[in-house]
């Protein structure tokens, strides 16, 4: 809108457009306020309404923040503003009529999408509503179905809510015993310098021998994270959970792939979640693309395995294996990843489904080479997960080798 068309009438129209967008955007979970309102029709007025690209991007440069947004954004432009000629009506100052039909050629839309665009829908006057009784006593609770339900099928109030348990989650992890010793008066072994530390302070007479025994701390843990195209739906829970494990203990790396390898610890300690995944989005160039594990696993084996795998660390690796690069060099890697660690734990989100067989390249050559192997695409996944870390036993998870041999045959 532009030259003799930016009318207060007409700015006042688009103003109106843009901030019933901007609404269902924000109760769809983006964090669009009243200021990004005002910036994206200014920023609408500056391109004009003659391209709807750039209209499109306009809005995606002011309303757009972090990579994960793009796709809800996509999804919210395209059945917002799904007519083809809604530039010219709102030329002529007509609002958009909002759908939340998808087109047959599009995709499935987000679950949270479709709520709040229902939400934004005026209710019909005169229309009686039908009161449903539901008999809950052997039902869930709600919290139940919460930690239940997949991530890739929660609505925008599920997703937040997921987050603020996430936040609370704690993963403990069985304390190893160290090479450093710690004073104990039951200790086994007798501490000389604590000793003379004794005598000196008496005067140089007798005193009773100290004694120490080995310090036990939990282990450092690594965490490696798929950010493909594939994973989409997962990172950005996945995400929330690395920062809450970041802050909750120290001796935290996280990494993440897709074609490249990228360090994010540094940006997840910082202790406000919006802060420091906008920090990871900023500094991540690889989002939703390929996934090359073999090049990602060897860029870690060569530049950061030496400096965060000492003293017995555990790995987290989050990928659903299926590798741009067909598994090639993959199986040395991750041998080579093995023998570093003292648990290479392998999170899966396809492991959700019944009927799940080994049979992709990327997934055969990394079973072989993992202790344990376990789904990760609800809150119940990742809490059964925190109660094995902090279970001492046996390294390799029970059940192991059936998967090993269904990939090796």
């Not at 003659?50 to 757009?64: G, I, K, M, N, P």
């Not at 996509?74 to 998808?102: G, Y």
């Amino acid at each position: 809108m532009t030259g003799s068309d930016a009318t207060p009438a007409n700015r006042d129209r688009l103003a109106l457009n843009l901030m019933h967008f901007a609404r269902a955007l924000r109760a769809a979970g983006l964090p669009v306020g009243p200021g990004k309102v005002l910036q994206a029709v200014e920023a609408v007025e500056a391109v004009g309404l003659a391209s709807r690209s750039d209209f499109y991007w306009a809005l995606h440069a002011v309303l757009v923040n972090r990579h994960d947004q793009s796709e809800l954004f996509d999804q919210a432009f395209h059945v917002f503003w799904r007519n083809p000629d809604i530039l010219k009506k709102m030329m002529a100052m007509m609002l958009p009529t909002v759908r939340t039909e998808p087109a047959p050629d599009k995709p499935e839309m987000a679950q949270r999408l479709a709520d709040a665009l229902h939400g934004t829908a005026p209710e019909v006057e005169g229309k009686e509503k039908t009161e449903i009784e539901i008999d809950a006593t052997f039902t869930m609770s709600a919290a139940e179905r919460l930690q239940a339900k997949d991530f890739e099928t929660m609505s925008a109030e599920e997703m937040a809510q997921a987050k603020s348990m996430l936040a609370r989650l704690a993963l403990p992890l069985a304390e190893v015993t160290t090479r450093r010793y710690q004073p104990d008066p039951h200790g086994p072994r007798v501490d000389p310098r604590g000793t003379l530390r004794r005598m000196l302070r008496s005067g140089g007479d007798l005193a009773d021998l100290a004694r120490k025994r080995k310090r036990t701390r939990p282990p450092p843990l690594v965490v490696l994270c798929d950010i493909s195209g594939s994973m989409t739906r997962y990172s950005r829970m996945i995400l929330h959970f690395m920062h809450a494990v970041t802050n909750d203990r120290d001796r935290v790396h996280s990494f993440v792939f897709g074609t490249r390898l990228t360090n994010i610890t540094r940006h997840l300690r910082h202790k406000d979640v919006d802060v420091a995944l906008d920090a990871v989005s900023s500094a991540v160039a690889d989002w939703s693309g390929g996934t090359r594990i073999g090049t990602a696993l060897r860029a870690f084996n060569r530049q950061w395995a030496r400096r965060v795998l000492g003293q017995g660390a555990i790995i987290l690796l989050i990928t659903d294996g299926l590798d741009r690069d067909a598994g090639e060099g993959l199986a040395e890697e991750a041998e080579r990843l093995h023998k570093s660690c003292r648990r290479l734990v392998w999170l899966n989100p396809l492991l959700r489904w019944e009927g799940f067989a080994p049979k992709s390249s990327g997934i055969r050559a990394l079973l072989p080479h993992v202790d344990d192997f376990r789904a990760t695409h609800n809150l119940n996944s990742l809490a059964s997960l925190a109660d094995a870390l902090s279970r001492q036993g046996a390294r390799r998870q029970p059940g192991l080798r059936r998967w090993v041999k269904e990939a090796a045959g």
